[in-house]
């Protein structure tokens, strides 16, 4: 992109045309990574085209980007795409909620997320981790992602809520597991709210056993208030006429906390641990860091800085599976992007899976190379050419705590064990909206060392 601003026209940006009615909007919900590198590779830093939903906009530049995230967040919203798939089980939580409401929670919610608490939460996760190791046996094959997917909901039930939820984490997790996957639908996504579609009636299933767990979590922690958890701090908020918050609006913060909470962790080391079952050079620097640093004993918060490599490795799949593949907004009021106008009412797209794979920023973008991660190329990158936990003001709540809990639970395991990928499994098919998640399973053979 040249350095010089684009003179402002009234003209869009080249595109796809799509389809008569249905514009591009079924070519993306069918494949949409493929649609997203190929559009941005044909046409460029900004791409637009029409949905029946409105005019969208797809940005391909870091510096667009930062625009729209960063320098310019107070003109963006969520917008109504993005509610419409979260809202029916989130409500109004942070990932959602706008304005003064999302400004208020968020603050009540910080806290949890300090550096100090992050610190009391390390033992926490490897010790959840130990526990579930305890199942394992050698030669086993494992559903790895439900493993994972299990153990992260633990721990972030353990640490933001002070609860161990052993008596719900099958309900909990295959009613958040069950939401997911309804959002995929593609009736969901295209049909209007208001058409009782098969997958709008799972997710009203999914929500009340959301519900038949949480609001009883409300009630003890009313009862039994503790000085640091979340759900206490939200239950002594009064607004400026002394109204407390509904326990509807606290139990919009827990589905949303627990949501995001495990999903995205567990995805990451999902994929990390497909990428290093089919590196083997990868895997054996990681195991040999660890065996010369922890000595086979457990990772803590104070191992982390001599833990390199992990850390590499972490970001390296982060940056080849984002477990956010993209972000939307909507324009609160015109903007100028590149040169071009943009109106309230159309969407603003956002692709880390696009970003993250520009061979512009990243020399090889498709291979698996942890030791890219240095200090030197991580100051010569574009701000934006590397946004796993969004940017701005909006930045996940959560981004130490996820960094944290995956360098650490990535490092008992491995500690531990080998990852063998079953024959039949090294493509991984990856469904997207609000996360990338595999289609099918990912059964791996876990052998001790």
Same mark, same amino acid.
């Given at each position: 992109?040249?350095?010089?601003?684009?003179?402002?026209?009234?003209?869009?940006?080249?595109?796809?045309?799509?389809?008569?009615?249905?514009?591009?909007?079924?070519a993306?919900?069918?494949?949409?990574?493929?649609?997203?590198?190929?559009?941005?590779?044909?046409y460029?830093?900004?791409?637009?085209?029409?949905?029946?939903?409105?005019?969208?906009?797809q940005?391909?530049?870091?510096?667009?980007?930062?625009?729209?995230?960063?320098?310019?967040?107070?003109?963006?919203?969520?917008?109504?795409?993005?509610q419409?798939?979260?809202?029916?089980?989130?409500?109004?939580?942070?990932?959602?909620?706008?304005?003064?409401?999302?400004?208020?929670?968020?603050?009540?919610?910080?806290?949890?997320?300090?550096?100090?608490?992050?610190?009391?939460?390390?033992?926490?996760?490897?010790a959840?981790?130990?526990?579930?190791?305890?199942?394992?046996?050698?030669?086993?094959?494992?559903?790895?992602?439900?493993?994972?997917?299990?153990?992260t909901?633990?721990?972030?039930?353990?640490?933001?809520?002070?609860?161990?939820i052993?008596?719900? =984490? $099958?309900?909990?997790? @295959?009613? +958040?597991?069950?939401?997911?996957?309804?959002?995929?639908?593609? %009736?969901? &996504?295209?049909?209007?709210?208001?058409?009782?579609?098969?997958?709008?009636?799972?997710?009203?299933r999914?929500?009340?056993?959301?519900?038949?767990v949480?609001?009883?979590?409300?009630?003890?922690?009313?009862?039994?208030?503790?000085?640091?958890?979340?759900?206490?701090?939200?239950?002594?908020?009064?607004?400026?006429?002394?109204?407390?918050?509904?326990?509807?609006?606290?139990?919009?913060?827990v589905?949303?906390?627990?949501?995001?909470?495990?999903?995205?962790?567990?995805?990451?080391?999902?994929?990390?641990?497909?990428?290093?079952?089919?590196?083997?050079?990868?895997?054996?620097?990681? =195991? $040999?860091?660890?065996? @010369?640093e +922890?000595?086979?004993?457990?990772?803590?918060?104070?191992d982390l %800085?001599? &833990?390199?490599?992990?850390?590499?490795?972490?970001?390296?799949?982060?940056?080849l599976y984002?477990?956010?593949?993209?972000?939307?907004?909507?324009?609160?009021?015109?903007?100028?992007?590149?040169?071009?106008?943009?109106?309230?009412?159309?969407?603003?797209?956002?692709?880390?899976?696009?970003?993250?794979?520009?061979?512009?920023?990243?020399?090889?973008?498709?291979?698996?190379?942890?030791?890219?991660?240095?200090?030197?190329?991580?100051?010569?990158?574009?701000?934006?050419?590397?946004?796993?936990?969004?940017?701005?003001?909006?930045?996940?709540?959560?981004?130490?705590?996820?960094?944290?809990?995956?360098?650490?639970?990535?490092?008992?395991?491995?500690?531990?064990?080998?990852?063998?990928?079953?024959?039949?499994?090294?493509?991984?098919?990856?469904m997207?909206?609000?996360?990338?998640?595999?289609?099918?399973?990912?059964?791996?053979?876990?052998?001790?060392?």
């Amino acid at each position: 992109m040249s350095s010089e601003t684009p003179a402002v026209t009234d003209d869009h940006p080249p595109g796809p045309n799509g389809l008569p009615l249905v514009g591009n909007q079924l070519a993306f919900l069918r494949d949409p990574y493929g649609f997203m590198t190929e559009t941005a590779r044909e046409y460029g830093d900004i791409a637009y085209w029409e949905d029946p939903t409105g005019p969208v906009y797809q940005l391909n530049h870091p510096d667009y980007i930062e625009q729209v995230l960063v320098q310019n967040n107070q003109n963006y919203i969520k917008g109504a795409r993005f509610q419409h798939v979260l809202k029916p089980v989130t409500g109004d939580g942070i990932l959602n909620s706008e304005g003064a409401v999302w400004r208020r929670n968020r603050h009540l919610i910080q806290p949890a997320f300090a550096p100090d608490r992050i610190e009391e939460y390390a033992e926490m996760m490897t010790a959840f981790t130990e526990n579930a190791l305890e199942e394992w046996a050698d030669g086993q094959t494992r559903l790895f992602h439900e493993d994972m997917m299990e153990v992260t909901l633990r721990i972030v039930a353990r640490a933001l809520f002070g609860v161990d939820i052993d008596d719900h =984490v $099958d309900t909990v997790g @295959a009613a +958040l597991e069950e939401f997911m996957l309804a959002t995929e639908s593609l %009736s969901h &996504l295209v049909l209007p709210p208001q058409v009782p579609t098969p997958s709008r009636r799972r997710i009203q299933r999914a929500r009340a056993e959301l519900d038949g767990v949480i609001y009883p979590l409300i009630e003890e922690r009313r009862a039994n208030p503790t000085e640091q958890d979340v759900i206490s701090k939200l239950l002594e908020v009064t607004d400026e006429e002394g109204n407390t918050l509904s326990d509807e609006g606290i139990r919009d913060e827990v589905v949303t906390l627990l949501l995001a909470g495990h999903e995205t962790t567990a995805l990451s080391l999902t994929f990390t641990a497909h990428l290093l079952a089919q590196n083997p050079a990868v895997e054996q620097q990681l =195991v $040999d860091e660890l065996e @010369a640093e +922890l000595g086979g004993e457990t990772p803590t918060m104070a191992d982390l %800085s001599d &833990l390199t490599y992990t850390e590499q490795v972490v970001k390296e799949s982060m940056r080849l599976y984002p477990p956010v593949p993209g972000i939307v907004r909507e324009p609160a009021k015109p903007d100028i992007i590149g040169g071009y106008e943009v109106q309230p009412g159309a969407t603003i797209r956002m692709h880390q899976w696009v970003v993250h794979r520009d061979p512009r920023w990243y020399d090889d973008p498709l291979a698996f190379r942890p030791e890219r991660w240095t200090d030197e190329m991580e100051s010569d990158l574009p701000k934006l050419a590397y946004f796993p936990f969004a940017a701005g003001p909006r930045r996940c709540i959560g981004d130490r705590f996820a960094m944290l809990e995956a360098q650490l639970i990535l490092a008992t395991i491995y500690r531990d064990y080998h990852l063998e990928l079953v024959p039949g499994t090294e493509t991984l098919d990856l469904m997207a909206t609000i996360t990338a998640r595999p289609k099918d399973e990912i059964p791996m053979t876990v052998h001790e060392r």
